[in-house]
C-alpha cells in the first residue's frame, strides 16, 4: 500500500533526519530501492520524473508496477509514489493514475501564478489525502530539458507557498540536478535558515542531492531539511556497473545477452548507494 509523504516527513523534520527520495526508472531500480528500504527499515519515496513516467509507458502503468511489487515483495516500511518536478497538468494526471504524492514545480511562473496554481493542487491532494511539494526558486542544472541556473528563493516568498499548505517545499539554496562543477560554491546555508525561520516546522526538499558533500547534507538537515533527492548518483553506478559486466562478457555463451542477469549487477550497485544514502541521511530504523 503506498502512503502520502506527510507523516513521514514530519517525523523526519522533528527526529532531524531525512527521508531519501530514489528516482525510478525501470523494474530493476524499483525492486532495488524497496529490498533496500525494507532491509534497513527506512521509510521510502519513489520519485518518477515526467520523462521517466514516459518512458515506462505512463504513469498509471508507473502506479500499477509499484503497488503490485510492493504486495508481492511484502514491503512493510512506507512507501510514497511521487511525481518529481511535475508540470501543472502532470500532476493531475499522477492524481488521476494513483501516485501518494505529487510535486508541483511552479518555480519557473509569476510568484502569482504559481500561488494560484499551487492553490488548486493543495484543495485536491487535501481532499484525496495525497501529500503536495510546490518549489521556489529553480533547482539548477537539467532535468527532462529544463534548465534551471540555481537560484536562491526568496524566504518571503518561500512563506507565501507554505501558506497555502503544502506538505513541503522545495527551495533553491544553490542546489543544482546532475554532477556539481569544481567551481560550485557550494549551498546556501544562510538563505536556508531564513526559508527555515519563515516557514516553521515545514518539511525542507533538497533537490540535487547528488554530489554534495556529507558535511553539507547534515548541515541542510539540522536547518529543516526532511526529504533529500538522489537521482543522479544511481545512474552513474548502475551505468559503470553494467559497463563493467558487458566488458568482461561473463554473459555471452554463444547465445547472446541475458537481460537479467545483464542488469543484476546494476542493481546490486544501486542497492549499495541506496543503503549509503539511507545511513547518511538518518532514516534507517524509522519505519
Same mark, same amino acid.
Given at each position: 500500500?503506498?502512503?502520502?509523504?506527510?507523516?513521514?516527513?514530519?517525523?523526519?523534520?522533528?527526529?532531524?533526519?531525512?527521508?531519501?527520495?530514489?528516482?525510478?526508472?525501470?523494474?530493476?531500480?524499483?525492486?532495488?530501492?524497496?529490498?533496500?528500504?525494507?532491509?534497513?527499515?527506512?521509510?521510502?519515496?519513489?520519485?518518477?520524473?515526467?520523462?521517466?513516467?514516459?518512458?515506462?509507458?505512463?504513469?498509471?502503468?508507473?502506479?500499477?508496477?509499484?503497488?503490485?511489487?510492493?504486495?508481492?515483495?511484502?514491503?512493510?516500511?512506507?512507501?510514497?509514489?511521487?511525481?518529481?518536478?511535475?508540470?501543472? /497538468?502532470?500532476?493531475?494526471? !499522477?492524481? *488521476?493514475? %494513483?501516485? +501518494?504524492?505529487?510535486?508541483?514545480? =511552479? $518555480?519557473?511562473?509569476?510568484? #502569482?501564478?504559481?500561488?494560484?496554481?499551487?492553490? /488548486?493542487?493543495?484543495?485536491? !491532494?487535501? *481532499?484525496? %489525502?495525497? +501529500?503536495?511539494?510546490?518549489?521556489? =526558486? $529553480?533547482?539548477?542544472?537539467? #532535468?527532462?530539458?529544463?534548465?534551471?541556473?540555481? /537560484?536562491?528563493?526568496?524566504?518571503?516568498?518561500?512563506?507565501?507557498?507554505?501558506?497555502?499548505?503544502?506538505?513541503?517545499?522545495?527551495?533553491?539554496?544553490?542546489?543544482?540536478?546532475?554532477?556539481?562543477?569544481?567551481?560550485?560554491?557550494?549551498?546556501?546555508?544562510?538563505?536556508?535558515?531564513?526559508?527555515?525561520?519563515?516557514?516553521?516546522?515545514?518539511?525542507?526538499?533538497?533537490?540535487?542531492?547528488?554530489?554534495?558533500?556529507?558535511?553539507?547534507?547534515?548541515?541542510?538537515?539540522?536547518?529543516?531539511?526532511?526529504?533529500?533527492?538522489?537521482?543522479?548518483?544511481?545512474?552513474?553506478?548502475?551505468?559503470?556497473?553494467?559497463?563493467?559486466?558487458?566488458?568482461?562478457?561473463?554473459?555471452?555463451?554463444?547465445?547472446?545477452?541475458?537481460?537479467?542477469?545483464?542488469?543484476?549487477?546494476?542493481?546490486?550497485?544501486?542497492?549499495?548507494?541506496?543503503?549509503?544514502?539511507?545511513?547518511?541521511?538518518?532514516?534507517?530504523?524509522?519505519?
Amino acid at each position: 500500500m503506498l502512503v502520502s509523504a506527510k507523516e513521514m516527513l514530519t517525523k523526519a523534520k522533528a527526529g532531524k533526519y531525512a527521508v531519501g527520495q530514489f528516482n525510478i526508472n525501470n523494474l530493476e531500480w524499483t525492486k532495488a530501492i524497496l529490498q533496500t528500504a525494507q532491509e534497513l527499515n527506512s521509510p521510502v519515496i519513489l520519485g518518477v520524473s515526467e520523462g521517466a513516467g514516459k518512458y515506462m509507458c505512463g504513469y498509471k502503468t508507473v502506479a500499477q508496477m509499484v503497488k503490485a511489487m510492493v504486495e508481492e515483495l511484502n514491503i512493510t516500511v512506507p512507501v510514497a509514489l511521487h511525481l518529481d518536478h511535475g508540470s501543472y /497538468e502532470g500532476a493531475k494526471k !499522477c492524481i *488521476e493514475a %494513483g501516485f +501518494s504524492s505529487i510535486m508541483f514545480d =511552479g $518555480s519557473h511562473y509569476p510568484i #502569482e501564478e504559481n500561488i494560484e496554481k499551487t492553490k /488548486e493542487l493543495v484543495a485536491t !491532494c487535501n *481532499e484525496l %489525502g495525497l +501529500s503536495l511539494e510546490a518549489e521556489v =526558486g $529553480s533547482i539548477g542544472g537539467e #532535468e527532462d530539458g529544463v534548465v534551471g541556473m540555481g /537560484e536562491c528563493a526568496d524566504p518571503n516568498e518561500c512563506k507565501m507557498i507554505a501558506d497555502l499548505g503544502v506538505t513541503m517545499l522545495a527551495a533553491g539554496i544553490g542546489n543544482i540536478h546532475g554532477v556539481y562543477p569544481a567551481n560550485w560554491p557550494g549551498l546556501r546555508f544562510d538563505v536556508l535558515a531564513a526559508i527555515e525561520e519563515k516557514v516553521g516546522d515545514m518539511p525542507l526538499v533538497l533537490h540535487g542531492g547528488t554530489g554534495i558533500p556529507d558535511d553539507m547534507i547534515q548541515k541542510a538537515i539540522s536547518l529543516g531539511v526532511a526529504k533529500i533527492n538522489v537521482n543522479t548518483e544511481c545512474q552513474l553506478v548502475f551505468a559503470e556497473a553494467t559497463r563493467k559486466y558487458i566488458e568482461a562478457g561473463k554473459d555471452q555463451q554463444g547465445k547472446g545477452f541475458d537481460p537479467r542477469k545483464l542488469l543484476a549487477p546494476g542493481a546490486e550497485a544501486i542497492k549499495a548507494k541506496v543503503k549509503e544514502k539511507m545511513e547518511l541521511f538518518g532514516s534507517v530504523n524509522k519505519a
